[in-house]
């Protein structure tokens, strides 16, 4: 699947891993669409790449549809990165009582719920295309997080929504191989983003520290060089990527 040329929405792509994708795919020649909430900060950069911004909730389904919408405006749609989300923390059980039931909704319609919305919405585009040389006629590209895996105290929302990205992966990719169109997943370790800038520097550097190798916060580039080779390498299908540094999280 070669970039140039062709068309791709990038969910959260106003910030951290998803505008490092979005700049990435801009340097390689693809066309972008940034989907996110952010409108200022979206609307910058989608000018400064030459792209086009849509103000996104990526859980409603009118959002995503005119997220699709513009994409098919600027020619043909190939690619979708998920990477909008929200990260919450609260326990099951916390000093103020049971964890919100709302809160547990709600980062499940985000991150779970809103990832489904926007592949099934894009997939139905990409099926309609024309197949490239390879017979791929799309690929399809979520985040996870290594919580799905080693969930740590106070992430029982977060865990259970990057679970359900891990969970669906594989049938999705099943479910669309006839169409031609690959599905797959990263699952990031500890990356410097701003929902984790949030946090105190000395957590920060205890993070990092906590990386076996290489002993440093990811970077939304290392995070796009990933989604650059899952486009390019068309073998690539129906799996999630651990991107960590070998870390394993600790309870807390």
Do not use: W
Not at 19 to 31: D, I, N, P, Q, V
Not at 80 to 109: E, M, Q, W
Not at 215 to 226: I, M, N, Q, V
Request: proline share 4%.
């Amino acid at each position: 699947m070669d970039i140039a040329g062709k068309v791709f929405i990038v969910t959260g792509g106003a910030s951290g891993l998803g505008e490092g994708t979005a700049r990435m795919l801009a340097r390689s020649g693809g066309k972008v669409v940034i989907a996110d909430l952010q409108a200022d900060k979206g609307e910058a950069v989608a000018k400064e790449l030459g792209g086009v911004f849509v103000k996104c909730d990526v859980s409603q389904e009118a959002d995503g549809q005119a997220a699709v919408a513009a994409a098919l405006k600027l020619g043909k749609l190939v690619g979708l990165v998920n990477c909008a989300g929200i990260a919450p923390a609260a326990k099951t059980v916390g000093k103020d009582g049971a964890h919100a039931l709302a809160l547990f909704a709600k980062v499940v319609t985000v991150n779970l719920v809103g990832s489904f919305n926007m592949i099934r919405l894009a997939a139905e585009a990409m099926a309609k295309n024309d197949p490239e040389p390879t017979g791929e006629r799309g690929v399809l590209i979520s985040t996870a997080s290594v919580a799905a895996y080693d969930g740590q105290i106070g992430q029982a929302a977060y865990s259970a929504s990057k679970g359900g990205v891990v969970g669906m992966t594989l049938p999705i990719a099943r479910d669309l191989a006839r169409n031609g169109i690959r599905n797959m997943t990263i699952a990031p370790g500890i990356f410097g983003t701003p929902m984790l800038f949030a946090m105190p520097k000395e957590v920060q550097d205890a993070l990092a520290a906590g990386v076996p190798f290489p002993s440093r916060l990811g970077t939304p580039e290392d995070y796009a060089k990933l989604v650059h080779q899952i486009i390019t390498n068309d073998m690539l299908n129906g799996e999630v990527i651990r991107l960590d540094g070998a870390i394993r999280l600790a309870p807390k």
